[in-house]
């Protein structure tokens, strides 16, 4: 009797799924191979694909060339190694360095 509800069991429920699993995986098999013909087809060519199924990264050109813009002279600002002390309410005392800021920038309009 315990035989013959095993054997039902897998018959009418592990039979089924494993039928389900086998088809959802054959499904994503197709539809990756026909991206990747897609794909290859739409780059025409062929890339190269790794050990792990990966592809190599295609080099991509600038978008900006190197003769657009202009170069901007910079000048050295002298530092200051001056700390500064201050004390909080819990006793310990923090040190920072205060940054010099910008005070007026001069604009050019671009014609």
């Known amino acids: ?3 013959l509800l095993f054997i039902l069991f897998i018959v009418f429920i592990v039979w ?3 039928k389900v699993v ?6 994503k098999r197709q ?5 990747r013909q897609a794909s290859s087809q739409a780059s025409g060519r062929q890339q190269a694909q790794r050990k ?5 990264a ?20 002298a530092s200051t190694s001056a700390q500064y002390t201050q004390s909080r309410t819990d006793g310990q005392a923090d040190s920072f360095r ?7 920038a001069e604009w050019e309009d671009i014609k």
């Open 22 to 27: 086998l088809r959802v995986n054959q499904f």
């Open 52 to 56: 792990g199924g990966w592809t190599k």
């Open 31 to 35: 539809a990756r191979d026909m991206f």
């Open 1 to 3: 009797m315990l035989t």
């Open 16 to 18: 089924p799924l494993v």
């Open 58 to 77: 295609t080099p991509r050109k600038k978008k900006i060339g190197g003769d657009v813009g202009e170069y901007v002279a910079f000048e050295e600002v």
């Open 98 to 104: 205060p940054d010099s800021q910008v005070s007026e």
